[in-house]
């Protein structure tokens, strides 16, 4: 059964970093690229980044420069790590699954964390 | 990049109606869209992935079609509990852009 879950801080001041973790259950970081995205309060989705199943990137040209992904396939963990946010960077923040075969979508969710950047 | 425009921003239909979201592409993306749906305090659920292919689960009133750089989402018969924000996404490449939703409300 395929399991995402998002752990981080709730609240955070202004241009302090942001960690968050994404524990999977259910398949392998390895066989599978993930990703998060980000979703400010009332508002659409926004494509944070991606790791890919062999370790490589992609981020949002928007915040790469802040952003970075990670993760720890023995640990079944990949994690978000944000530096300098400020309240704009206010949302609740999903990890999921991407599966394909040349073209790439998320089929599994986590249930999101949110995450207040308020000094 | 690719830059993706969904439309209407929202609709508001009676029960049975058919329902019908726009998404149009600054590139050409073969047939790389997906769409999900988001009801109200949910997490976004993938109804249709690339190919115009339904998901395993999700009921044959829901569809898509396009290819290229413009792309429809249908729903047939729309039922009091399809009431949601529904987005799409283009899979072709990297930032996978999302559309910037489309709220139906049900009369």
């Known amino acids: 059964q395929v399991q995402l879950e998002e752990s981080g801080p709730g609240l955070m001041q202004p241009s302090e970093t942001l960690s968050l973790t994404c524990t999977v259950s259910?398949?392998?970081?390895?066989?599978?690229?993930v990703g998060w995205v980000r979703q400010p309060l009332g508002k659409g989705l926004v494509w944070m980044g991606t790791?890919?199943?062999?370790?490589?990137?992609n981020y949002n040209s928007a915040v790469q420069s802040r952003l970075s992904i990670s993760r720890d396939t023995s640990k079944s963990q990949f994690f978000l790590k944000m530096n300098s946010v400020q309240p704009e960077d206010t949302g609740t923040y999903y990890c999921?699954?991407?599966?394909?075969?040349?073209?790439?979508?998320?089929?599994?969710w986590g249930q999101g964390v949110m995450v207040t950047v308020s000094s | 990049e690719t830059t993706v425009t969904q439309s209407p921003a929202s609709l508001s239909m009676a029960v049975g109606e058919k329902v019908s979201i726009s998404c149009k592409t600054s590139?050409?993306?073969?047939?790389?869209m997906n769409w999900y749906q988001q009801k109200s305090g949910e997490v976004p659920k993938l109804l249709i992935s690339?190919?115009?292919t339904l998901r395993p689960g999700v009921p044959s009133r829901f569809s898509s079609s396009g290819y290229g750089t413009d792309f429809v989402f249908t729903i047939n018969n729309v039922l009091l509990g399809d009431e949601g924000i529904y987005y799409c996404?283009?899979?072709?490449?990297?930032?996978?852009?999302f559309g910037a939703g489309t709220k139906l409300e049900l009369k």
């Open positions: 590139t050409d993306i073969d047939d790389d």
């Open positions: 790791i890919w199943a062999g370790g490589s990137t």
């Open positions: 999921a699954r991407l599966v394909g075969y040349g073209s790439y979508y998320f089929d599994y």
């Open positions: 690339e190919g115009n």
């Open positions: 996404q283009q899979s072709d490449n990297v930032p996978h852009t």
């Open positions: 259910g398949f392998s970081l390895s066989s599978n690229g």
